[in-house]
């Protein structure tokens, strides 16, 4: 009867028919103590149509009859708002337009709309490139280094990186940045939602400083943290004294390096000893056989 219609619907509310049937036409009711549908009505006999509300009743009206615990054949049907029914498993991490049936059993209506879509947690957050050294990241100064990190999975996240790099909203990738070589095990997907993210940055000088990383989208987040060695790139390094020497046999002799840029050590290797870090080294000859 009203089915274009938008009627609220709150408890306790009092439904009324008008008719010109006669009486006891339009309801057939049964009596019963046992149904669960079992109401009460009121039945009022008037000349005329009311106009008005069914607002301050008096029994004074003419003809009222009270019929309780009586059965019905009459239904009333009400919705609530409409709510989408999706199943969770066919959404993808991508929003697309899905086909959506409003609940509403009187007019089920099916229509596409609605970009809905859903975000995985993140997982498996890793630095990929370069390779931590001991849990240390090895740079040199003055030059820019390229940074990527890997997670397992992650749908929609985006990447916060503290100093020295600082950027932020930095979004995923389905692969790693083309200066990489692709065949890398680490570039390598392990699923759909394997996603990778990088940055770049240069420090100045040398110095040791903590980089924490952020990744994050609407469900979840996780951090990770590594430690950001720079040191300044070697440069014009030369041996003193650098041309051929006449040595004596079983004297020793003491050589040092020299450099232009950038501090060093090197390694001493020989035949009978094994090598060592030093700054300085000797060796004393032996006659050839």
Same mark, same amino acid.
């Given at each position: 009867m009203l089915g274009d219609q938008d009627v609220r619907v709150y408890p306790d509310d009092v439904i *009324?028919? +008008?008719h010109d049937a006669g009486p006891n036409s339009l309801l057939h009711c049964l009596s019963s103590s046992t149904s669960p549908w079992r109401q009460s009505y009121i039945s009022l006999v008037r000349q005329g149509w009311l106009e008005s509300l069914l607002v301050g009743f008096q029994p004074t009206w003419p003809s009222p009859k009270w019929f309780d615990n009586v059965v019905c054949d009459v239904r009333v049907l009400y919705t609530d708002q409409p709510q989408p029914i999706v199943p969770a498993q066919s959404l993808t991490?991508?929003?697309?337009?899905?086909l959506v049936t409003p609940v509403n059993r009187v007019n089920p209506t099916a229509i596409n709309c609605c970009p809905l879509g859903m975000w995985t947690t993140i997982? *498996?957050? +890793?630095?990929?490139?370069?390779?931590?050294?001991? *849990?240390?990241?090895?740079v040199p100064t003055g030059n820019e280094v390229l940074i990527v990190i890997k997670i397992n999975s992650g749908s929609n996240a985006s990447s916060w990186w503290g100093p020295p790099v600082r950027q932020s909203g930095v979004f995923f990738d389905a692969y790693c940045p083309p200066s990489l070589p692709q065949y890398m095990p680490a570039c390598h997907r392990e699923t759909s939602d394997t996603w990778f993210s990088y940055a770049h940055f240069t420090v100045t000088h040398p110095?040791?400083?903590?980089?924490?990383i952020t990744v994050s989208n609407e469900v979840s987040s996780q951090n990770t943290s590594v430690e950001i060695q720079?040191?300044?790139?070697?440069q014009g390094l030369r041996i003193v004294p650098r041309k051929p020497r006449r040595i004596l046999v079983d004297v020793s002799q003491v050589w040092s390096p020299s450099k232009a840029f950038g501090g060093l050590t090197f390694r001493l290797d020989s035949i009978k000893r094994e090598g060592k870090m030093s700054q300085s080294g000797s060796i004393s000859p032996v006659p050839l056989v």
């Open positions: *009324g028919f +008008q991490t991508v929003p697309d337009t899905h997982t *498996g957050l +890793q630095i990929i490139y370069p390779w931590p050294h001991n *849990g240390t990241l090895l110095r040791l400083e903590i980089l924490n720079a040191y300044d790139v070697i």
